[in-house]
């Protein structure tokens, strides 16, 4: 069974944006930090940015001021916004606990943005 579900992924031109949710089904959601992180293709899964229980955020360099994590805890989603969508930006992006959890991995969303 999977423990997150991500969606929201899709083909967007450079200077676009897309939001991101992720479907978590921890009971202690609302306790877990949460990240989002995403893999290029042929490069090593990054951390893209993260969220404590009590809602402080931290984010890569390469997305500040671009992309904004929430969460929500009554429904157990984390959301990334990603506005001002680079082609580097472009990726499987996936949910997860942070730091990672090995077991907590789901299918990720494919974002692709065109030049």
Known sequence: QAQVVESGGGLVQAGGSLRL???ASRTIFRLDT???????????????????SGGITTYADSVKGRFTI??????????????????EDTGVYYCNLY????????QGTQVTVSS
Do not use: H
Request: glycine content about 4%; aromatic content about 10%; some cysteine.
């Open 70 to 87: 929430a969460r929500d805890n009554a429904k157990k989603m984390v959301l990334l916004q990603m506005n001002s969508l680079k082609p």
């Open 34 to 52: 949460m990240g989002w992180y995403r893999q290029a293709p042929a490069a090593q899964r990054e951390l893209v940015a993260f969220i404590t």
């Open 99 to 106: 730091p990672a959890a090995r077991d907590y991995w789901g």
């Open 21 to 23: 949710s992720c479907a």
